[in-house]
């Protein structure tokens, strides 16, 4: 099946800092990839839609100046948190689309101090 | 708005035995379904999707059915076994006319006891 990875999986980070997250597809392209922020025992909630060679498209209620999302290739999106606090503390999944079906990567876990 | 809801967060059942669960879906745009498995701290699995022009789709141990007049399917696993054991999530989709954006539900946690 199609394999989708995320780097780095897990990253303790101080506030203020920032963070990149990788998102790659390893055996197909991918024009569109998603990433999606889960709390704890709560559903996956989408953040945004990243189109390659274009701007990200986001959901209400996310800040783009916060969560930059950069989709460079069709292999490769990035999320990057800007100036992390504790509150952007969560899980980060990406997913890959192929025909109908997304291809999840194993998430990121990010902790800020 | 909640368009894809999983009413119940939890379900136990004993290893061999059925595990039926539910999703029901409120926008009448979505035409294309899906279940995924997931375990803590990891991506989600695909398990089987259906379309709307089918009512049922198997794939092994995995069965879902569609009813679109109720706008609801189900997931069945027969039979269940430990390693199923996580939380499942069921997912909506409206195609190409929603950027192929998927709608979660909240997820059921699935127990199988030996």
């Known amino acids: 099946g199609a394999v989708v990875s995320q780097h780095p999986s897990r990253v303790i980070c101080k506030s203020g800092t920032s963070v990149k997250i990788e998102c790659r597809s390893l055996?197909?392209?991918?024009?569109?990839m998603f990433w999606y922020r889960q709390f704890p025992k709560q559903s996956l909630m989408l953040m945004a839609t990243s189109n390659e060679g274009s701007k990200a498209t986001y959901e209400q209620g996310v800040e783009k100046d916060k969560f930059l999302i950069n989709h460079a290739s069709l292999t490769l999106s990035t999320l990057t948190v800007t100036s992390a606090h504790p509150e952007d503390s969560s899980f980060y999944i990406c997913?890959?689309?192929?025909?109908?079906?997304?291809?999840f990567g194993p998430g990121t876990r990010l902790t800020v101090l | 708005d909640q368009q894809v809801k999983q009413n119940s967060p939890s379900l136990s059942v004993q290893e061999g035995r059925i595990s039926i669960l539910n999703c029901d879906y409120t926008n009448s745009m979505f035409d294309y379904f899906l279940w995924y498995k997931k375990y803590p701290a990891e991506g989600p699995t695909f398990l089987i999707s259906i379309s709307s022009i089918k009512d049922k789709n198997e794939d092994g141990r995995f069965t879902v059915f569609l009813n679109k007049s109720a706008k609801h399917l189900s997931l069945h696993i027969v039979p269940s076994q430990p390693g199923d054991s996580a939380v499942y999530f069921c997912a909506a989709s409206a195609g190409f006319s929603n950027d192929y954006k998927l709608s979660f539900g909240a997820g059921t946690t699935v127990t199988v006891r030996a």
């Open positions: 997913s890959a689309r192929f025909y109908n079906e997304q291809f």
């Open positions: 055996d197909f392209q991918a024009t569109t």
